[in-house]
């Protein structure tokens, strides 16, 4: 059975996405590493800012640090 998420949390694989970013690895880095399309990474990114209500990656990194995510 699949737990339903509240409207802030994130995916499983958006979870992973938003490490990598805080890594600091690009897109492209992103979608090797997680062997996924680098238009999935996009795709992700964006739900995430859409999500959260975040404008940019420098937010998603903030948000990553204010819930403990790292």
Known sequence: MK????????????????RLICAENSTVQIAHILQISVNTVESHRKA???????????????YAFEKNLL
């Open 48 to 62: 995430m800012f859409r999500k959260l209500g975040i404008k940019n990656s420098a937010g998603l990194v903030k």
């Open 3 to 18: 737990t339903r998420l509240l409207p802030d949390e994130l995916t499983t694989r958006q979870r992973d996405v938003l």
